[in-house]
């Protein structure tokens, strides 16, 4: 019957998948076929007997050929698999794609380079989840893994950064989210709102808040048991993301944060992670309020710009920026808060401060900060000595950052840095942000033809053309 002959044709297909498979990597010694060190079809010298197998270059794809004695030709069996860009072994294992993976260490701030094998025909997920366990990551970042296999299985474009410190996600392996709508150009964003950080590690942040540092804080800021049935209430709620659009946070949930954010700098970064994360919710930014949310602000960037900070709390105090800008609500806070000379020193100036700090990650969400920033000014139609001040700061630490970003070629990294700038160029002139042509001109040659980097680029210098 005919599903008798589709499993048939289906079990053929499979089984000569795989002898296609075996005899590449047997001639090209367990490697990845290079097609130009091929013999053409055309110049092929005969078989030395009837079955013989070998492989040969036609129209520029690798072919397995069988010679037959009957015919004294040799038959096309079907195309090779695997080529040699990106092949290669992982453990003594020969795989059709090698894609590198930075691992993060949350303790040193140092990245660990490892390499995640596939060949054609597995099954990313299955891949990506045995990955995970090898290196101990979290589950949560299987989906992100699976996204960078089918992204690049035709050629690697961005080394991923796989962030295991407090704040949990990074660019450039797009796990972060901005507007939703659809985004045709690069700057500005569709709306007032940017990106955000939206993944953390739960059971590692609580454990921390309640089992380690709350019994290591001074008395007067400890959580007492209500407070810490409190915070845990609020967790619960950020955990369900799939019920935001049903769950609130109240002002009297978001008012423990009066004590938690007194907590010294050695132990506030668990603290900044749910801050940052509460901000992400449609209701978090309103239940801060204003004044508390700029507080909230000032205190982020403020502990992480303190001299001598560690990466965590560099990190989550970043990404409570960032994060700020998740909803409407949050960025118009966050803009009012910006507006003042108070704001700007507090808040603003401190991701100039931070522009040489040594990490990936940081610069990720520096370029993150800038973007949203640049982006909420240009929507929200603020103008003033201060604006102007505020975005001459945000345009030369967004330069600044480039520079290092192109330097260690972080691409995406580098796309935020000259997004804000273009947002900033819709603002104010050109001339303003000193050393714009040549960054522009660097970013160039290491952007890809048809990346998004390079599009940014072609927009910015539109943009400046307009000046």
Not at 19 to 30: D, F, R, T, Y
Request: glycine fraction near 8%; include cysteine; proline fraction near 4%.
């Amino acid at each position: 019957n005919r599903q008798a002959a589709d499993m048939v044709r289906e079990y053929y297909k499979t089984e000569t998948q795989k002898v296609l498979e075996e005899i590449a990597n047997k001639q090209s010694g367990g490697r990845g076929i290079d097609v130009s060190k091929l013999k053409k079809i055309e110049d092929a010298q005969p078989g030395t007997k009837d079955g013989d197998i070998k492989m040969f270059s036609n129209d520029g794809k690798a072919f397995v050929y069988q010679w037959s004695g009957v015919s004294q030709t040799w038959v096309a069996v079907g195309e090779a698999l695997g080529s040699a860009e990106g092949g290669g072994e992982i453990d003594g294992v020969t795989y059709d794609k090698v894609l590198p993976i930075e691992i993060e260490d949350p303790a040193t701030g140092g990245l660990r380079k490892v390499e995640i094998g596939i060949n054609n025909g597995d099954n990313p997920y299955v891949i990506a989840q045995e990955f995970a366990a090898k290196y101990g990551l979290p589950e949560s970042h299987v989906h992100d893994i699976v996204q960078y296999i089918n992204q690049n299985r035709g050629g690697a474009s961005g080394t991923p950064m796989i962030d295991m410190s407090a704040g949990q996600e990074t660019a450039p392996m797009q796990v972060d989210e901005g507007p939703r709508d659809a985004q045709t150009n690069q700057f500005p964003l569709l709306n007032i709102t940017g990106f955000s950080f939206q993944k953390a590690p739960w059971d590692k942040i609580m454990d921390k808040i309640v089992d380690d540092f709350n019994k290591k804080v001074a008395d007067d800021v400890k959580l007492s048991l209500k407070e810490i049935d409190t915070l845990e209430t609020i967790v619960e709620i950020l955990k369900k993301e799939s019920r935001y659009h049903a769950s609130t946070i109240t002002k009297t949930q978001t008012s423990i944060f009066n004590k938690l954010l007194k907590w010294d700098t050695d132990y506030i970064f668990p603290v900044l992670d749910v801050a940052r994360m509460v901000l992400c919710h449609p209701l978090g930014a309103e239940a801060f309020g204003s004044d508390s949310c700029r507080r909230l602000l000032e205190i982020s960037m403020t502990k992480a710009s303190e001299n001598g900070a560690k990466l965590p709390v560099v990190l989550t105090g970043i990404r409570v920026l960032t994060n700020v800008f998740r909803h409407v609500k949050g960025a118009e806070f966050a803009v009012d808060a910006l507006s003042t000379a108070a704001g700007v020193n507090s808040i603003a100036a401190p991701i100039k401060d931070l522009t040489t700090f040594p990490n990936k990650s940081v610069r990720n969400s520096l370029a993150t900060a800038c973007l949203n920033i640049a982006n909420a000014i240009y929507h929200s139609n603020q103008q003033g000595t201060t604006t102007n001040d505020l975005l001459s700061l945000i345009g030369d630490s967004a330069i600044e950052l480039a520079s290092i970003a192109i330097e260690n070629k972080e691409e995406e990294t580098t796309r935020r840095c000259l997004a804000a700038v273009g947002c900033l160029l819709k603002i104010i002139p050109s001339g303003s942000i000193s050393q714009l042509q040549g960054t522009l001109d660097n970013a160039e040659k290491f952007a890809e033809p048809s990346s998004s980097l390079k599009t940014c680029i072609d927009e910015v210098r539109i943009e400046v053309s307009k000046r």
